[in-house]
């Protein structure tokens, strides 16, 4: 009885490359997913903010950063310790608003919903308000938790593929 040992080479040239096309792609394509879940916690809101995406990849990680600089998304999404004064922007303006417009956002909800409009019209005018403050609605924590594993799992399957691609599979 004989032992013979051979080399099996692969029928295709290993490609580093590949595996850094398939992480661009695929972080990529995971950014947008999470940029388009952050515009649907604003897209019933009047003054939309702009979110934007970036991807950085080295050779130990791949970051990807949603990101807006506006500070009324932050005070929705972190929230706000009330009560404070809200005051007209103009020194001796009126603040002018409707009582009949309700909540657009909800915790941890990744959605924006349009007011209800079937109560009737209330609009106050006064100089101030003490505003109770805004419950957080946590979106980051949110898409984060969605996103991570979906980003996880994409990555397996897309190195997966680029090592069959390079004729390495098993």
């Known amino acids: 009885m004989g032992i013979e040992i051979k080399a099996i080479l692969p029928k295709k040239e290993f490609r580093k490359g590949a595996f850094m096309e398939r992480a661009t792609h695929d972080a990529w394509a995971t950014a947008q997913g999470i940029q388009e879940d952050f515009e649907k916690t604003v897209k019933s809101w009047d003054n939309e903010p702009v979110f934007v995406k970036k991807v950085k990849i080295t050779n130990s990680a791949v970051v990807i950063t949603v990101s807006t600089d506006s500070q ?3 005070w929705v999404t ?3 310790k009330g009560p404070y004064p809200i005051r007209p922007k103009k020194p001796g303006g009126t603040l002018a608003f409707n009582t009949a417009l309700g909540v657009k956002t909800k915790p941890r909800v990744i959605n ?11 609009m106050v005018f006064t100089k101030q308000v003490m505003h109770p403050g805004i419950k957080p609605r946590k979106f980051e924590e949110e898409i984060t938790k969605r996103w991570k594993i979906k980003f996880v799992e994409k990555m397996k399957t897309g190195l997966k593929v ?3 691609d390079c004729g390495h599979a098993v």
């Open 78 to 80: 972190k929230g706000t």
């Open 162 to 164: 680029a090592v069959k």
């Open 112 to 122: 924006s919903f349009i007011s209800n409009f079937e109560r009737p019209a209330a």
């Open 72 to 74: 009324i998304y932050r």
